[in-house]
């Protein structure tokens, strides 16, 4: 079969493989649809992954081809999403089905072979079977999707107040796809910062209001919110990009007994100065951290959340949708997503 395997660093080739061979509880997935990560760009041209060679991709969908020997029959020539963590089943975090919290996981596309590529060997416990009137598209981003959802019910758990005045900072896809989810549920109140108008015009084009839009330079944001918000500030910060000087947007922009949701994966080392900190003491913010999304098989899970939205046709995640292309031509989007050299949201290789 052919797939992208990065040998180390700024060593990615497209070559031919040997197809996978599915163990006893696995199934091989023919890959239909698969979406590149931003955290993919790195991976591949800066720091390599955890093993070499390796074939990267964790946000993929496809059809089941074959099924190893103890894989129940159902999933013969299901199509299929992917939850790519593979947990342990033994740790603590495990134990108590907090699956992304794993002491000891692996994971496809960063530790084991993953989605870009005509085949794929992956856990059946990890699948999660479509619905008819779910594209391929749509299940490759739900990964992301269930991402953006964790995040939203980690900000907003307990009383539903949909009163409640909502910052997105950082309008990539995870952000684009909380602010559709955040409208999806009956949240208005949303403000939107982002620093490309090309984003801000996204947002725009998915139904935030035209001044909830920031426009202005990044360092006049706070006093742009507050301007919004009679000077109190917002009630939920979601800040989804990873630099010390939005997360420090984020705490100064957040109102009193507000929170504060981070997100975005770390730029670099993030220090907070005295002020920031006395922010958070003097204001009681409740700062929390987010990352990747339930999925027990149950029907509270994340992805059982995504994939209802889907099914009922609440969600189009396929708006973020900016490039489609080819396996072979998949290059290009590393290229543009490492470049910038173009405009683009969720890069897709698809023959769906």
Request: charged fraction near 20%; aromatic fraction near 8%; proline fraction near 4%.
């Amino acid at each position: 079969m052919k797939a992208w395997v990065l040998y180390g660093a700024d060593d990615i080739r497209f070559e031919e493989v040997d197809k996978p061979q599915p163990a006893e509880n696995e199934v091989i997935v023919a890959v239909r649809a698969a979406g590149i990560c931003g955290s993919d760009i790195p991976r591949i041209y800066q720091t390599g992954a955890h093993v070499h060679p390796l074939i990267p991709g964790h946000e993929f969908s496809g059809q089941v081809a074959a099924a190893g020997k103890t894989v129940s029959k159902v999933w013969e020539n299901q199509r299929v999403g992917i939850f790519p963590l593979i947990p342990c089943r033994n740790c603590v975090a495990c134990r108590t089905q907090h699956y992304e919290l794993c002491r000891s996981y692996s994971y496809l596309g960063s530790r084991r072979d993953g989605g870009f590529a005509e085949y794929v060997s992956v856990p059946a416990w990890n699948l999660i079977a479509l619905p008819d009137n779910v594209t391929y598209e749509q299940a490759a981003m739900m990964e992301p999707m269930a991402v953006a959802v964790h995040a939203m019910r980690s900000a907003l758990t307990g009383a539903v107040d949909r009163a409640k005045s909502i910052a997105v900072c950082g309008l990539g896809t995870i952000g684009m796809l909380l602010v559709l989810f955040l409208r999806e549920a009956g949240y208005e109140n949303i403000y939107v910062l982002g620093n490309k108008e090309f984003q801000r015009s996204m947002a725009a084009a998915i139904g935030v209001e035209p001044g909830h839009i920031y426009h202005g330079d990044p360092g006049s944001a706070c006093e742009w919110l507050f301007a919004q918000t009679d000077g109190v500030g917002v009630d939920v910060f979601l800040e989804c990009v990873g630099k010390n000087e939005t997360i420090s947007d984020a705490i100064r922009c957040t109102a009193p007994n507000g929170v504060v949701q981070l997100v975005g994966n770390p730029a670099s080392d993030l220090l907070f100065d005295q002020n920031t900190y006395w922010k958070i003491l003097r204001n009681q913010l409740t700062v929390k951290g987010s990352w990747n999304s339930s999925f027990t098989h149950s029907e509270e899970d994340d992805w059982q959340y995504v994939l209802d939205r889907l099914r009922r046709g609440c969600i189009q995640p396929q708006q973020c949708i900016t490039h489609r292309l080819a396996l072979g031509a998949l290059e290009k989007g590393f290229r543009i997503m490492r470049d910038k050299t173009e405009a683009y949201m969720k890069v897709m290789q698809t023959d769906a």
